[in-house]
């Protein structure tokens, strides 16, 4: 199976920051999508293919990379953004996801 | 708007089986590849199965293969997740997802079903 890791767990910013997550895969892969997660909610697509924004996303999310590494900014962090993002590779049978990253305020 | 509506949890003993169901609508169901999805709360998701648009073609994770069965019915538009042999860790909110433009993502989510395995 792929392994997925992600860094940090967790990060505290404030409304108004640039934050970037990274994911990297153990081995190389070519289809990783990000998705953010809220309490109690099921996770939204945000990016796909690495680095192509969902329909709707707005453009301060923007995502990027190849092979084993990638990453998520999000610039100019406003409070609807903190909340838990994972990143998911499906490269390959079982598809899998990074442990998370916690965004808090 | 596409919708996904899962159902079929609750509380089941070890060892015992349940079937969820999640209906679909506003999107042909028949032309999109179907998933299924589970998370224990806190936890990161974690793919369980999935199926072509015929049926025809599933797989599953290792940890539910042999008892876990993916069907679909694209007359009902439905996606079914048949559950047998239930364990502790098998409890989490099961979430179906529907792929995504890319075909390779999971584009729409239902809110989940939360199934407990407990004595």
């Known amino acids: 199976d792929i392994q997925m890791t992600q860094s940090p767990s967790s990060v505290s910013a404030s409304v108004g920051d640039r934050v970037t997550i990274t994911c990297r895969a153990s081995?190389?892969?070519?289809?990783l999508a990000w998705y953010q997660q809220k309490p109690g909610k099921a996770p939204k697509l945000l990016i796909y293919?690495?680095?192509t924004l969902q329909s709707g996303v707005p453009s301060r999310v923007s995502g990027r990379g190849s092979g084993t590494d990638f990453s998520l900014t999000i610039n100019s962090l406003q409070p609807e953004d903190f909340a838990t993002y994972y990143c998911?590779?499906?490269?390959?049978?079982?598809?899998?996801f990074g442990p998370g990253t916690k965004l808090e305020i | 708007e596409v919708q996904l509506v899962e159902s079929g949890g609750g509380l089941v003993q070890p060892g015992g089986s349940l079937r969820l169901s999640c209906a679909a609508s506003g999107f042909s169901f028949r032309t999109y590849w179907m998933h299924w999805v589970r998370q224990v709360p806190g936890k990161a998701p974690v793919w369980v199965s999935h199926i072509n648009t015929d049926g025809s073609t599933t797989d599953y994770a290792d940890s539910v293969k042999g008892r876990f069965t993916v069907s679909r019915d694209n007359a009902k538009s439905t996606l079914y997740l048949h559950m047998n042999s239930l364990g502790d860790d098998d409890t989490a909110v099961y979430y179906c997802a529907r792929e995504g433009i890319s075909g390779f993502d999971l584009g729409y989510w239902g809110q989940g079903t939360l199934v407990v395995v407990s004595a």
């Open positions: 293919a690495a680095s």
């Open positions: 998911q590779q499906s490269y390959s049978i079982p598809y899998t």
């Open positions: 081995q190389g892969i070519t289809w």
